[in-house]
């Protein structure tokens, strides 16, 4: 698996958010939280994923969009180590539940940890 993230992997589907939501699991590791789902696409793709930035905490557009950035980066890094060995299809969305802006290095590890927590949720 590569280290890119393109159009076809990102969660855009309006219903699937709604299903996403109102049937996932979720698992959480402050200051990011997984909402997951084992669903089927068309396209040959391991994972569909969004992300998200509350807007209560943070109320202007920047500090939202540095957020998601540093999200997307970091999801794309790890994703080759989480995805090469698991079979089935899944919607994610991860979610930023901190009230404070984090550094990319705080956001990488807690992405590790969170992945890990799901790997485990999964397989077990």
């Given at each position: 698996m590569k280290f890119t993230y393109p159009k076809k992997e990102k969660l855009k589907s309006k219903?699937?958010?709604n299903q996403l939501f109102s049937e996932g699991q979720s698992v959480s590791v402050y200051p990011l939280r997984l909402v997951y789902l084992k669903t089927t696409f068309p396209e040959n793709i391991?994972?569909?994923t969004g992300?998200?930035?509350?807007?209560r905490y943070f109320k202007k557009a920047v500090d939202r969009?540095?957020?998601?950035?540093l999200l997307r980066e970091s999801y794309r890094l790890?994703?080759?180590s989480y995805f090469n060995?698991?079979?089935a299809q899944y919607a994610f969305m991860i979610l930023y539940i901190g009230k404070e802006k984090s550094s990319f290095a705080k956001i990488q590890s807690k992405m590790n940890t969170l992945f890990n927590k799901?790997?485990?949720k999964v397989n077990n």
């Open positions: 219903t699937l958010i391991v994972a569909k992300v998200s930035v509350g807007k969009n540095l957020i998601k950035r790890n994703k080759p060995n698991i079979t799901f790997s485990e």
